[in-house]
């Protein structure tokens, strides 16, 4: 039976990748690897938590004992004698449906859609769940490697996509509507609506160099300068927090070089497909409709690597970073996810708030 490394499960990414029309819905969907799924677990249980008993947290054993049971039963191994916590079911149905708001896929999902699209296929045939379990797991760490793909990674965070969607058009409203138009004093977001702001503005600057930038290398570039300033804005430039962000952000700028560079040459070698006879309409789309697309690819493969990467071994320190004081800069994904509830309808439409305003002056008329 074949080792199971890193390499193993980058070449099952691509195969993902390759036939992608007929395993998912996007081309842009995005993977998680190991640490991005434990990662993601641990949020939904403290929201399960949340849910139950109001409190937005979840001890460091819930996470690992769960883990190890979500591991088996989506890989369909044997359970029965396996310890699981309260409200599984719960837990399992918030992990699914915060990966779908995010349009991602964990690598079990991956793992087992191209099992069933290329079933006859050999390579396929001699990866095994247990494989993937012990790799997810940590049991194995890049062995017979042909390259070394672990590498630091960036900082990322992860939004569901209801939750942005408030934010947002809670920014949008105060930005564009004015007075008539801000929410009620009583709106929880309204304590937070500088950092509201930056991060709605930090969101359009990327999407800005997305637009209007159509060269990959040069876009991607500015995408890391634009993520790093973020990162260490307030920060004494000497610390060894904004030195370690900005290696990473030069290392980052070379894979993504190298990465567009492979696709160039990829390009090169496929230019009979494209239609003598039509090279400027060709040109024109790829220039404008399709401006940014370069990037993103490029993007996404930089991400695909990152989720080919081995399991973090220190499960504390990836989970609970600022709460155990590990690391003096270092953010738990728990503190960065505990926010206000927003209050529902408390942004009427604007129909509805000139009818009562109309209601409103008739009464005092009587």
Same mark, same amino acid.
């Given at each position: 039976?074949?080792?199971?490394?890193?390499?193993?499960?980058?070449? +099952?990414?691509?195969?993902?990748? @390759?036939?992608?029309?007929?395993?998912? %819905?996007?081309?842009?969907?995005?993977?998680?690897?190991?640490?991005?799924?434990?990662?993601?677990?641990?949020?939904?249980?403290?929201?399960?938590?949340? =849910? &139950?008993?109001?409190?937005?947290?979840?001890?460091?054993?819930?996470?690992?004992?769960?883990?190890?049971?979500? !591991? &088996?039963?989506?890989?369909?191994?044997?359970?029965?004698?396996?310890?699981?916590?309260?409200?599984?079911?719960?837990?399992?149905?918030?992990?699914?449906?915060?990966?779908?708001?995010?349009?991602? !896929?964990?690598?079990?999902?991956?793992?087992?859609?191209?099992?069933?699209?290329?079933?006859?296929?050999?390579?396929?045939?001699?990866?095994?769940?247990?494989?993937?379990?012990?790799?997810? $797991?940590?049991? =194995?760490?890049?062995?017979?490697?042909?390259?070394? !793909?672990? /590498?630091?990674?960036?900082?990322?965070?992860?939004?569901? &996509?209801?939750?942005?969607?408030?934010?947002?058009?809670?920014?949008?409203?105060?930005?564009?509507?004015?007075?008539?138009?801000?929410?009620?004093?009583?709106?929880?977001?309204?304590?937070?609506?500088?950092?509201? $702001?930056?991060?709605?503005?930090?969101?359009?600057?990327?999407?800005? /160099?997305?637009?209007?930038?159509?060269?990959?290398?040069?876009?991607?570039?500015?995408?890391?300068?634009?993520?790093?300033? *973020?990162?260490?804005?307030? =920060?004494?430039?000497?610390?060894?927090?904004?030195?370690?962000?900005?290696?990473?952000?030069?290392?980052?700028?070379?894979? /993504? @070089? $190298?990465?567009?560079?492979? *696709?160039?040459?990829?390009?090169?070698?496929?230019?009979?497909?494209?239609?003598?006879?039509?090279?400027?309409?060709?040109?024109?789309?790829?220039?404008?409709?399709?401006?940014?697309?370069?990037?993103?690819?490029? !993007?996404?493969?930089?991400?695909?690597?990152?989720?080919?990467?081995?399991?973090?071994?220190?499960?504390?320190?990836?989970?609970?970073?600022?709460? %155990?004081?590990?690391?003096?800069?270092?953010?738990?994904?728990?503190?960065?996810?505990?926010?206000?509830? =927003?209050?529902?309808?408390?942004?009427?439409?604007?129909?509805?708030?000139?009818?009562? $305003? +109309? *209601?409103?002056?008739?009464?005092?008329?009587?």
């Amino acid at each position: 039976m074949a080792v199971f490394n890193q390499k193993s499960v980058l070449d +099952m990414i691509k195969e993902f990748r @390759k036939n992608w029309r007929a395993l998912c %819905n996007s081309e842009r969907t995005t993977l998680c690897g190991a640490d991005s799924m434990l990662l993601a677990l641990q949020l939904s249980m403290a929201e399960n938590n949340k =849910q &139950h008993s109001g409190e937005f947290t979840v001890s460091l054993s819930d996470v690992l004992l769960t883990w190890k049971y979500l !591991l &088996h039963e989506k890989l369909n191994l044997p359970v029965e004698n396996m310890d699981v916590t309260d409200h599984y079911e719960d837990v399992r149905k918030i992990y699914d449906d915060f990966l779908k708001n995010s349009n991602m !896929l964990d690598l079990i999902d991956v793992y087992q859609k191209c099992r069933a699209l290329t079933s006859n296929c050999e390579n396929y045939n001699t990866i095994s769940p247990s494989q993937l379990l012990d790799f997810l $797991s940590g049991k =194995q760490y890049a062995v017979g490697d042909e390259t070394d !793909l672990s /590498i630091p990674t960036s900082p990322t965070s992860k939004y569901n &996509h209801d939750n942005e969607k408030v934010a947002t058009s809670f920014i949008r409203t105060i930005e564009l509507g004015g007075k008539g138009y801000a929410p009620p004093p009583s709106d929880p977001l309204r304590t937070h609506v500088k950092g509201l $702001s930056n991060f709605i503005n930090f969101i359009d600057k990327l999407d800005e /160099i997305l637009g209007e930038i159509p060269n990959p290398s040069i876009a991607g570039g500015q995408i890391l300068s634009v993520i790093k300033m *973020q990162l260490i804005k307030g =920060q004494n430039s000497r610390d060894p927090f904004c030195k370690a962000i900005e290696e990473v952000a030069q290392d980052l700028d070379l894979r /993504i @070089k $190298s990465i567009i560079n492979s *696709q160039e040459g990829v390009v090169a070698l496929s230019t009979t497909d494209i239609s003598p006879a039509r090279p400027k309409s060709h040109a024109i789309n790829h220039g404008t409709a399709y401006c940014g697309r370069d990037t993103v690819k490029a !993007l996404l493969v930089l991400l695909d690597e990152e989720a080919a990467n081995a399991p973090t071994k220190n499960k504390a320190e990836l989970l609970y970073d600022e709460e %155990n004081t590990i690391h003096r800069h270092g953010t738990s994904i728990l503190t960065l996810f505990r926010s206000p509830t =927003q209050v529902n309808n408390s942004i009427k439409p604007l129909r509805e708030r000139i009818c009562m $305003s +109309m *209601q409103e002056k008739k009464i005092k008329r009587v």
